[in-house]
């Protein structure tokens, strides 16, 4: 058997927790490869709605094993929050969620540091999310991480002194009262009291060698699918840098973040919104600062399911897309909130950009200076409400355009498309 995978062709928040919940009945494992607490993914049924940071978007399936690859970054705090939650609501977290023994922690001190980082950027910054994702990664890449199997060792306390201590000397220099920097509302010291206490939570996981666990599951015939965060243009290597996170968001993290090799993956089902959002820094040739953009905010609620900051909304970028699609590999096309534009009479669609007044269709080396401007052409909306569609054939007929237009222009096909936010407003196409 492949492994399958689902992620984020923008810059995030495309939809992929509903998608991934909605695909859950047809996988045995859901594993999230990269990315960490900065990824909020949203599930709606029967009226009830979930956020998830870190746990795969399958928990919702009693019969589905969910895994924490090595690639994802993990805070006990914000962990321990999610498992609550759940439980709260009966959906029962035990024995359905693994957890790598590679996975790297987050520890207090790298949520100070990416504060204190980001303050120090003045104008420049990022908008990260601030949950430590940034300093958490340079630890793992200079071999100076914890690592959740590193819990289970008896210098674990040694070493999360250490690396606190090391911390602390570089926040130090930045903010010498950095005791009163408030994490999720807490100063420093009892916020580190809270992160120790949820630290037992993860004990009490099952902890697994994540790499044997699913290379032996896909041989015994187990079918499998990787869950991304963030999105493509928010990769570390290929997204606008330096407004990108910290990992790599293409199906190359998979094989990385899962221990998969590269002649298992399997379909690549790329997912994005038929129009563009960001949240945070960084360039985004077709947003829009007018009230068509407003209405995309509007109507498609677009605020940050982890920060609750508002998105930057634009017109769908097909230069972006059809990038995206040469890095993943992707084999399907997933559309999102095609009833968000349900009242656009008119919908511009990006083809192509000018760079420095010459024409291009690649995304240039550094358009960090706003000198990328998009080329457009225009095509009708379908200005009518299509909740009540439940089939691809009842859509009207300039929403089946629409995604005809989208999948000519980059020669995949749109297998699904999303309507609402909930798991039922969703056509599969034959
Ligand atoms: P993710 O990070 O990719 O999982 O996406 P988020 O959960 O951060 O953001 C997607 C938002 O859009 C969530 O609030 C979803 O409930 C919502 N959503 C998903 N699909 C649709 C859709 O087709 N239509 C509408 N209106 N909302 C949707
Ligand atoms: P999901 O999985 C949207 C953005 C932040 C910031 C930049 C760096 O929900 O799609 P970081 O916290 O990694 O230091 O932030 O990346 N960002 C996201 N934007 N969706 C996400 O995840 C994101 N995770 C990070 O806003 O611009
Ligand atoms: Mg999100």
């Known amino acids: 058997m492949k492994i399958d995978v689902l992620l984020g062709l923008q810059w995030g928040d495309e939809g992929k927790g509903k998608i991934v919940d909605v695909l859950t009945p047809k996988y ?42 090595n690639g994802v970054i993990i805070d006990p705090f914000i962990l321990k929050k999610e498992i609550d939650r759940l439980n709260e609501s009966d959906i029962g977290v035990s024995e359905n969620l693994l957890v790598s023994r590679k996975a790297h922690l987050i520890i207090p001190t790298h949520r100070l540091l990416d504060a204190v980082y980001e303050e120090a950027k003045g104008k ?3 908008g990260s999310t601030l949950k430590g994702i940034g300093p958490c990664y340079t630890d793992k890449v200079s071999r100076n991480g914890l690592r959740v199997g590193d819990i289970e060792q008896n210098n674990f306390k040694e070493r999360y002194n250490n690396a606190k201590q090391r911390h602390i000397r570089i926040i130090e220099q930045y903010n010498s009262e950095y005791e009163n920097i408030k994490i999720d509302g807490q100063v420093f010291a009892d916020y580190e009291r809270s992160w120790h206490e949820a630290l037992k939570t993860l004990d009490s996981l099952k902890k697994i060698n994540s790499e044997y666990y699913l290379n032996q599951q896909l041989d015994a015939g187990k079918k499998i699918l990787a869950e991304g965060a963030q999105g493509t243009l928010l990769d570390i290597d290929f997204g606008s840098y330096p407004f990108v996170t910290s990992s790599n968001t293409t199906t190359a993290g998979v094989c990385t973040g899962l221990g998969i090799a590269p002649k298992n993956i399997g379909k690549v089902f790329g997912i994005f919104k ?4 960001r949240v945070g820094s960084g360039p985004f040739p077709t947003e829009l600062f007018d009230n068509d953009g407003e209405i995309l905010r509007k109507v498609g609620n677009e605020f940050g399911s982890t920060t609750g900051r508002p998105r930057r909304c634009g017109w769908l ?4 897309l059809k990038y995206s699609i040469m890095l993943n590999g992707v084999t399907e096309l997933m559309m999102m909130k095609a009833d968000v534009m349900n009242q656009f009479k008119k919908i511009k669609i990006a083809t192509g950009y000018t760079y420095n007044n010459i024409e291009t269709s690649e995304l240039p080396f550094d358009d960090n200076d706003g000198n990328v401007k998009p080329l457009y052409t225009e095509v009708n909306g379908w200005g009518s409400d299509i909740s009540i569609a439940s089939t691809y054939y009842d859509f009207p007929c300039d929403l089946k355009n629409y995604v005809k237009y989208i999948e000519d222009a980059v020669g995949v096909p749109i297998k699904l498309v999303s309507f609402g936010p909930d798991r039922k407003d969703t056509i599969i196409r034959s």
Not at 39 to 68: Q, R, W, Y
Not at 317 to 320: E, S, T
């Open 274 to 277: 038929a129009y563009c959002t």
């Open 124 to 126: 420049d910054k990022i």
């Open 317 to 320: 970028d097909l230069p972006a």
């Open 28 to 69: 045995d494992i859901i594993a999230r490869f990269q990315g960490g607490p900065n990824a909020g993914h949203t599930i709606e049924f029967d009226n009830k709605k979930f956020v998830l940071h870190t746990i795969p978007s399958g928990i919702f399936n009693p019969d589905t094993i969910n895994v924490i690859g």
